[in-house]
Each structure stands twice: as C-alpha cells, then as structure tokens.
C-alpha cells in the first residue's frame, strides 16, 4: 500500500507540474491572440479604404464620356496603307544598304596604312622589288631544302636571279637583309636565301649579326655560347666560332653573347677587319639584322654592305 501510494503521488505530483506549465503559457497565448487581433483590425481598415477607392474609380471611369465613335470598325477587306509607297521604301532602303556599307569600306580603307599588295610599296617608293614571297603555313624554318621543287623554292630563286643582276660585280658579296620592325620575316628571309644561294653550289657564310635578340641559332638547334660577339672584342677567331649548316657549302656564324654595348662594336675596326674576311673566304654572305626601326645596327652594317634588302 506504501509503495501504491508512493505512485500515486509521483503521478499526482506530474500533473501539478503539466498543469503549472500551461498556466505558465497562457498570458504568452493571450498576447500573441492581442497581437494578431490587432493585425487583423490594421489589415482589415486598409483593405476596406482600397475597396472604397476601387468603388471611386470605377465610379469616375464610369461617368466619364468620351467624344469618340467608331464608325467603320477595321478589317482586312477595307484597310490600305496610305502615304507610302512600296517600291519607293524598297528604293530607299536598297540605296542605304549599299552606300552605307560601301561609305564604311571606303572609310577604313583610307584610313588602312598596312602594306597588303605589291602595288602599296610600288605607288609609295621608287626602289626595286626583287620579289614576293608566300607565307609559309608548314612551320618549316627551310623550306627552300626540304621542299626544292616546290613554288615557294621557285619564288627564293627569282630573288636569287634578281641579285645576280643587281650586284654584277665579283667582288661585291655582302648582303645585308633588315625591315621596319620585329616578325616580318626577316631571318627567315636570310636564312632562305643562304640556302637557296648554297643550292647553287656557292659558298655562302649566314652571319647572326642581330647582337640583341639572336634567333638564327635556335634554328640551327645550336649553342650561342661563341659567335661574332666575341670576335669584335678580339677574345674569339673567325675559325673558332664558324658552324658548319645541314646544308652542303652553307657555314652559320652565330651572334654570341649579348655584349652591353652592340652599336660600339658595330662601328670598330674589328668589325671590317671581320668583314673583310668574310669577303676572301666566301662567294656570298648573307646578314640578319636588328629590325631597322628601332636600333641603329642596321644602319652601321648598311655602310659596309653592297646590296641591302628590305623586307615588307
């Protein structure tokens, strides 16, 4: 009975609490109904003004009587355009689209100062043009070896006959090859035109006289530990530091290190002493130079050589 009654006051004792709880949470409950009955009221108000003001409007709309009637409603069988003239529009529009693209053609080709046809250098200088040469798109550096037979081949030939008429004289050997700026072609130039001279069974000499940024070395898949640097300061010989080429009586002679001071050693004694050799050693001698616009190496080089070509 002890422990029947212990049980019975534990349960007792439960439902105090349970009661105790809600009483805790009625006057929350009760101010949230306040709250929502006060919303309910605001809502309510505004809802019942926009209703009247509905009613206004529609009251207004209503009383208002327009001057206006329709007499003959529209319909395809009675509409005409009026005013216009269809092959006047047609006229009209036909004439802008063709001067108007044709004004803007006209405009960027006045304003183009690219070189894109040979009649450009033609009609702006009197000097001669010893040929064309196509793009080349295989990436080969000498297609003028790999492919001989080829049009591209055939079009370093007709500048190779050129030349001939060009410096008919024995003793002039020295070509210099330059242009305007960087990516033109130039050592590809140069490099083409020593092999297609070297096919004619001559002995031609390449010389990498671009001292600042050297390039024809990598064509070779060569080292520029040694080249033409290193002979105008008197620490190499010509012997030392001539490379032999793929092909058959072309030699390489690489720039070098790059010296701080490029200009200076062009115009030393060194350097025609240099030249001079070149001259007793080889039938042609091709130089690569600095793009002409923007150092002067070209412009030393121009004073010692016989034949200088520009490429464009």
Not at 54 to 61: F, H, K, S, T
Not at 169 to 190: C, D, H, N, Q, R
Not at 253 to 269: H, W
């Amino acid at each position: 009975m002890i422990k029947n009654n212990e049980l019975a006051l534990k349960q007792v004792d439960s439902e105090e609490k349970t009661i105790n709880q809600r009483l805790l949470q009625l006057p929350i409950s009760e101010q949230e109904l306040l709250n929502i009955k006060r919303k309910h009221e605001v809502t309510n108000q505004f809802y019942t003004f926009l209703l009247e003001k509905q009613a206004e409007a529609g009251i207004q709309r209503a009383s208002t009587i327009s001057n206006i009637r329709v007499l003959d409603k529209a319909d395809n069988f009675n509409v005409s355009a009026v005013g216009t003239k269809k092959s006047l529009v047609y006229l009209i529009a036909l004439m802008i689209g063709l001067i108007l693209p044709g004004a803007v053609i006209f405009i960027f080709d006045l304003t183009d100062t690219r070189v894109k046809e040979l009649n450009d250098i033609r009609s702006n200088t009197s000097l001669p043009v010893l040929g064309v040469v196509a793009h080349d798109k295989t990436g080969n550096s000498l297609p003028v070896h790999s492919k001989p037979g080829s049009s591209f081949a055939e079009s370093f030939r007709h500048i190779r006959t050129n030349l001939g008429y060009m410096i008919p004289e024995p003793g002039k050997k020295l070509i210099m090859v330059t242009s305007t700026v960087s990516g033109e072609g130039k050592s590809f130039i140069a490099l083409n035109l020593a092999s297609i001279f070297a096919m004619n069974n001559k002995k031609v000499l390449l010389c990498g006289f671009d001292l600042r940024r050297p390039t024809l070395h990598k064509i070779f898949q060569m080292e520029n530990r040694e080249g033409i640097s290193e002979i105008l300061i008197g620490k190499k010989r010509f012997e030392d530091v001539v490379k032999d080429s793929p092909i058959s009586g072309l030699h390489f002679l690489p720039s070098g290190p790059i010296p701080p001071n490029p200009a200076e050693l062009l115009e030393s004694k060194n350097m025609q002493d240099l030249l001079e050799t070149f001259k007793a050693k080889y039938d042609y001698i091709i130089i690569d130079t600095p793009p002409m616009a923007l150092v002067t190496d070209a412009q030393l080089i121009s004073r010692y050589t016989d034949t200088n070509i520009f490429v464009i």
